[in-house]
Structures are given as structure tokens and as C-alpha cells.
């Protein structure tokens, strides 16, 4: 496990930032930490990174306790709001980033030249930071989060504020940081991109945990079936009502809920082996975004 936490809890005051988060990440996969806004995503990270101290609860990040010094050099940060000096251009930031690290002359130029290559910023690092695109100001935020090659990566709502192509960037540069052993944590309310990248996630209401698990299990816990079938005598429909006592049935038309998709193979068999005649089978999977839409369903932000 690459972090762990147990109970994680943060009180502002009276107020609740997170409370009882209790969740794992595994070395090398990339994790999502999804809510609506006030939801508690950022007081998690915070504490995580070493910014703030939890109230209770306890956490491991690369199996050290939180605020080992050794951990701590392996991390890499990427606050939800930041901003830099417009005059300063993007190897003057790098530069500065490297002084704050503690970095070696000599690894401080050939770090800046990797990280520059892997947010694909070659050729723009001798303009002005406010001459950059917001797409631009993300991802060299990301190249200084990643100049001490660190294991570990908080991102926190890392592509909320770009257009479609920039957040596909972004989304790239995660990806390739995963295909090269990082483990990455990141936040987000932005429920399809979760979908689209990540290994595990964590749904966090109210400051609580809502939902926790793998992003397959998490996307296969139902799967809706659209059934178009003639031939359903009453001992079939019996048969199938046992797979789901709440199916829906009118007019040659069934809508049956299933949790496993062996389900789906074995629907179809039998209502063939029973007469029926299958004309249409369409397996819907509940996205995580429905999913959301419903744990959250109430709960508006605070
Ligand atoms: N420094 C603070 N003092 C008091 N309350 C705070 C502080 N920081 C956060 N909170 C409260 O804690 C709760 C969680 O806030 P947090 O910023 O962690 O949520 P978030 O999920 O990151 O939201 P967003 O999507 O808007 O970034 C909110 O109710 C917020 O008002
Ligand atoms: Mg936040």
C-alpha cells in the first residue's frame, strides 16, 4: 500500500472537514477521490501532504507515518489553486522550484529538461509564465510538482479548469506518469474523467466516504439489461424474476437488473432452452456518474 489511512478525520472548529476516512492505495495505480464541491477533497490531501493536522485518525503514506521527512521528499504536490508570478518565465519558475528542493546544480538541469519533455512544454520555457494558456499555467505546475521525481503524486482537481483538449493533455501526462511506476492521487468532480483513468476510487460525501472500491467493480455493480423477447410463457418469467424480482415486463419487452456479467450469458440460454425468442439484449452498465448523481442525490454542497 502506498497510502493508507484509518479514520482520517479533520475538524475546523465545530465545522467538518473530513471525517472517518478510512482508505488504500496500492503502489502504481492511479486513484480518485471524487465529490461535489465542499465535499472534504482537499482537507484529505492537505493532511496527506503534511499541510494541515488531522484532528484524529491516523494515515501511512509510502508506509511511513504522516510527517516523515524521508516520505515527505518522495511526494509530489499540486495545490487546486494555484498561481505564479506572471513576470517570471517558465525555467526561472523550474529553477526556483529545484533551489526549494535542495536539488544539485548539474541534476537541476537535466531534471528541468525531463520534466519540460513530459508536460510538453519543450520551446515555451523561455516565455512568460502570463503568457501562458491556462492549459499551459496546469501543466507546468505538474512539471514542478514532479521536479524531485517523486513516487507519489497528489493532484488535487488537476484538469478542472481546462478546455476538453487541455484536459486531455493533462490526462495524458497522468497516464504516462503511471506507465512509468508512479502512484497518483487526485481529486476531482469531474466523475468521467475519474472514469476514464483511474484504477480505484473513492466517492466522499459530507466529508464522509460514500463509496470505495475498484473502478471495474465500482462500474459493474449493476448492470441493466433491455430484453426484447416474444415467446415469455409465465414459467419463464418466473424463471427470470428469480435473477431479479424486480424486472420490468410489457409487451414483449423486459428490463432486468443484474450484479455479475455472467448473469448476461445466462439470461440469453435461458430463454432460449425455454421457447422464448431472443431478438434484442443490450447490457447497460450504471456509470459512476449515475452513481454519484445518486450517493450524492441531497447533499448539496456546503
Ligand atoms: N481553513 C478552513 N477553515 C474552516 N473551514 C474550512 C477550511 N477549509 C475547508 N473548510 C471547510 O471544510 C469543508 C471541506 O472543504 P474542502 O475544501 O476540503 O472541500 P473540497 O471537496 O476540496 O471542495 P472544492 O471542490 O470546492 O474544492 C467545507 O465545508 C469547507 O467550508
Ligand atoms: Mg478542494
Known sequence: MIIETERLTKFYGEKVGCKDISISVNKGEIFGFLGPNGAGKSTFIKMLVGLIFP???KAYVLGEPLGNVQARKKIGYLPETFRYQDWMTGVDLLSFHASLYKLDKLKTSSMIE??????????????RIGTYSKGMQQRIGLACALLADPDLLF???PTSALDPIGRKE???????????????????HLLSEVEMICDSAAIIKKGSIAAFGKMDDMLENKITLEIRAENIHDE??????TLDPDMGHRNGKMTLTVKDNADIPHIASLIIENGGKLYELT??????????ISLVKGGEAQ
Open 170 to 188: 493533462v490526462r495524458n501526462i497522468i497516464l504516462e506518469l503511471k506507465n512509468r511506476g508512479k502512484s497518483v492521487l487526485l481529486n476531482s
Open 236 to 241: 419463464l418469467l418466473a424463471k427470470l424474476r
Open 55 to 57: 484532528t484524529s485518525g
Open 283 to 292: 447490457p447497460r452498465k450504471e456509470s459512476l456518474e449515475n452513481a454519484f
Open 155 to 157: 493532484l488535487d482537481e
Open 114 to 127: 525531463e520534466v519540460l519533455s513530459l508536460v510538453k512544454l519543450k520551446g515555451h520555457e523561455k516565455y
